[in-house]
């Protein structure tokens, strides 16, 4: 223990906190459009693999490359999974992580551990900072992090690394890659547009700085406009590029893909491709391929419906919190959507799903009364859906909500009510498990803006009278109090402060299941998950 300034004790740092902390010195901007992101001082990234040893073990490490806008991460996945299954060992890099750094890394698709992601960590950053100079000053944070994965996939000798894009393509720092087995680029839209450009073009244009001389790439059915500019620099580069349809969901002898949504179907063609393209690409001819779209090899069905982790996204939460007293109560349904495109599929997603969980199935007469009971109970609740929303000032709330909000109705899925909070977890910062304290001097402009937004669109389509009013029985003393609260929408000073009225709310209307849809922002998610989950 240490003593604090005024006496009391505190903890001391554990190693691991020691390494966030250095870690958070390298976040030097808090915007994302700083000159690393725009390609300023790229040429450095060759002088960090030197001085980290890096430049033979990337040549002869055997990378699937993956670039986009949307399903990205969830190609990545599905791609390490389908190869694991095929028994191969394996290295995935992604980004961002939600609770904790290591997420970032995964061998066998599995967390790195602790203790190896600390003897990689000071390694890395210990020879950097002697090696430190003005022409070679220490790396931006996600220039370290991508310089640490492939440290950690060399000295674990994988099979094959699998990296997802940070932002752009062309200039991320996995693009000091040469020499991929293949490269693969999602689903593109508008995002990142301040960095990236502001048509599907120049976007497309970024995301195909993956591409490498003669490598063969593989992308999904894309718009017009952005398909002729990938065309274009595949034929400047000699590069095969193919697009792939989405797996054909009887291929995989009644299961479900490990990822939810319907979506995530295109993501698991991109990936059949990849992997396949690997296989062949690496000489191992004795695995099966999937040469034709009638059938998969076992271990590619294997890989794609196995259970794999990608949180936040399409993740469905209960509250651990409240479900011990009455479960299914109050729910999360959690995914990182920002752009447009992606805020219409997941809500597709959601309301597919709330619609799937309010469908009660028959009990078996069989069963115990005290089960028809219960099921009786839950039967007689009223679902009502809540929107848990934020993001960053750079997104355009005109193109999201209304996304969002019209999405939902046509499924007939109306929002009783929308929560819009700060963020709680800080841009300089890498936290651990735990959420930094609340600033009660937080800045709720944005949040307030937000709001309006919401509350005209509102005012154009008119409230759905059909869905019981659960929301507005008269505010208890114990109950926590939003910053301010209109008709269809309410700000809250912090996340905590939104979660505790949720959780008050379900206690005090026993006659309603909450059911929760928080998006906008992978960090919201993240925050959410970290005071939902014990």
């Not at 970032?104 to 203790?115: A, K, M």
Request: hydrophobic fraction near 40%.
């Amino acid at each position: 223990m240490v003593q604090d300034g005024d006496g009391s004790s505190a903890p001391s740092q554990t190693p691991y906190e020691a390494a966030l902390e250095a870690l958070s010195s390298l976040i030097t901007k808090r915007s994302r459009a700083d000159t690393s992101n725009k390609g300023g001082g790229f040429d450095v990234l060759f002088d960090y693999l030197r001085i980290l040893e890096l430049e033979e073990p990337i040549a002869q490490m055997k990378i699937i490359h993956v670039a986009g806008t949307k399903g990205k991460g969830s190609t990545c996945t599905f791609s390490e999974s389908i190869l694991r299954h095929c028994g191969f060992r394996t290295g995935l890099f992604t980004s961002p992580h939600l609770i904790d750094v290591r997420e970032r890394f995964r061998l066998d698709g599995v967390d790195i551990s602790e203790e190896k992601f600390l003897e990689y960590f000071w390694w890395s950053f210990n020879r950097l900072k002697e090696k430190a100079s003005d022409d070679v000053p220490m790396p931006t944070y996600f220039r370290f992090l991508a310089l640490l994965a492939f440290k950690i996939f060399a000295g674990e000798k994988v099979d094959v690394a699998i990296l997802e894009v940070g932002l752009g393509g062309k200039f991320d720092a996995t693009n000091v890659v040469q020499a991929p087995v293949v490269c693969g680029i999602s689903s593109l839209g508008y995002d990142h547009m301040e960095i990236l450009g502001y048509t599907l073009g120049a976007i497309a244009g970024e995301k195909a700085g993956i591409f490498k001389q003669g490598v063969p790439a593989f992308t999904v059915p894309q718009p017009d406009e952005a398909m002729r500019v990938l065309e274009d620099k595949a034929s400047l580069l000699s590069v095969p590029l193919q697009t792939v349809p989405p797996v054909n969901a009887s291929l995989l002898n009644g299961l479900k893909l490990g990822l939810e949504g319907e979506h995530q179907y295109v993501n698991a063609g991109l990936a059949v491709a990849l992997c396949s393209t690997w296989l062949q690409g690496t000489g191992h001819l004795g695995i099966t391929h999937p040469e034709n779209t009638t059938s998969l090899p076992e271990q590619f069905i294997k890989g794609l419906t196995a259970t794999v982790s990608l949180q936040g996204r399409a993740q469905i939460v209960p509250d651990d919190y409240t479900n011990n007293d009455s479960p299914g109560d109050l729910t999360f349904y959690l995914d990182g959507a920002h752009s447009p495109e992606s805020m219409e599929i997941c809500a597709r997603w959601f309301s597919l799903s709330t619609k799937d969980n309010s469908q009660e199935k028959v009990p078996d007469s069989s069963r115990s009364h005290d089960f028809v009971q219960s099921h009786a109970d839950v039967k007689a609740k009223k679902n009502s859906q809540i929107l848990l929303f934020n993001c960053m000032s750079v997104r355009d709330p005109q193109l999201l909500l209304p996304n969002l909000m019209k999405t939902c109705a046509s499924h007939g899925v109306y929002f009783k009510k929308a929560l819009f909070v700060p963020n709680t977890s800080v841009y300089h910062k890498v936290g651990s498990h735990s959420l930094p304290p609340t600033d009660p001097q937080v800045d709720l402009s944005w949040q307030f803006s937000l709001q309006r937004v919401w509350e005209n669109l509102m005012g154009n389509k008119g409230v759905d009278d059909k869905i019981p009013d659960t929301l507005s029985e008269e505010l208890r003393d114990d109950m926590e109090m939003p910053v301010k609260n209109c008709e269809n929408s309410a700000v809250f000073s912090s996340l905590p402060s939104a979660i505790k009225w949720l959780r008050d709310s379900v206690r005090h209307n026993q006659s309603a299941r909450f059911q929760v849809r928080v998006t906008g922002s992978l960090h919201l998610v993240g925050d959410v998950l970290r005071l939902v989950k014990k």
